[in-house]
């Protein structure tokens, strides 16, 4: 079965400074995968996702994924951090052949937080 | 457009009580699911339905039951509320079962089972 790890529950960065939040995948096959936001109070909002077209992924806010089938890993990144960056990721994938996009396995999330 | 609305956002229940949390999606939308986000686990699917009159199972739908009479209420109940369903609970909505649809997510019921 298709599994998500997220390395580090939490992650703490300077506001400036890069963000790196580490995904990795379980599957012999890539799967799609996606990244979702939690602001506090809120309901997730997907950042962006892998479906194969392009291995680099941009997505909102200016956050970038890369997909690396070798490492089986789709890292989020940011060049610098901002305050309003402070919230939950989840890194989630929908293994290939599986109908239905409600049927994302996610990640346990990473929790990002900016020291001013 | 409000998207999806939940309703209500925190409750708090008694073991042996039965319940419904509400969710709405005014985009007309035909897949709609629940989750359940516990710490350090992420969001598990409880069930989900692929249109009005059709509802299926997720990974963990024991002690919950769904229904879907028209497009933009799926409703969750809660037949016998256990310790074991406190949680944060979240309805999403999706255009499509596309892979790569966009889940619009709503902004969570908080539930608390003593």
């Known amino acids: 079965a298709q599994s998500v790890t997220q390395l580090g529950s939490h992650v703490s960065v300077s506001e400036g400074a890069l963000v790196l939040l580490r995904c990795n995948y379980s599957?012999?096959?890539?799967?799609?995968l996606f990244w979702y936001v939690q602001y506090p109070n809120q309901g997730l909002q997907l950042l962006l996702k892998y479906t194969s077209a392009a291995t680099l992924v941009k997505g909102i806010n200016g956050f970038e994924a890369e997909f690396k089938k070798s490492e089986t890993s789709f890292h989020l990144t940011k060049p610098s951090a901002h305050m309003s960056d402070a919230a939950e990721y989840f890194c989630a994938a929908l293994p290939e052949g599986i109908q239905g996009a409600q049927k994302l396995v996610f990640g346990q999330g990473t929790r990002l937080t900016i020291n001013p | 457009n409000a998207g999806v609305t939940q309703t209500p956002k925190f409750q708090v229940l008694k073991t042996g009580q039965s319940m419904t949390l509400q969710c709405a999606q005014d985009?007309?939308?035909?897949?709609m699911s629940w989750y359940r986000q516990d710490p350090g686990m992420g969001l598990r699917l409880i069930h989900y339905?692929?249109?009005?009159?059709?509802?299926d199972q997720g990974e963990v739908p024991n002690g919950y039951n769904v229904s879907r009479s028209t497009t933009e209420d799926f409703p969750l109940r809660l037949l016998s509320a256990a310790p074991s369903q406190t949680s944060v609970y979240f309805c999403?909505?999706?255009?499509?079962?596309?892979?790569?649809?966009?889940?619009?997510f709503g902004p969570g019921t908080r539930l608390l089972v003593l």
């Open positions: 999403a909505s999706s255009y499509s079962g596309v892979p790569t649809e966009t889940q619009y």
């Open positions: 599957s012999s096959v890539p799967p799609y």
């Open positions: 985009m007309n939308h035909e897949y």
């Open positions: 339905s692929v249109g009005a009159g059709i509802t």
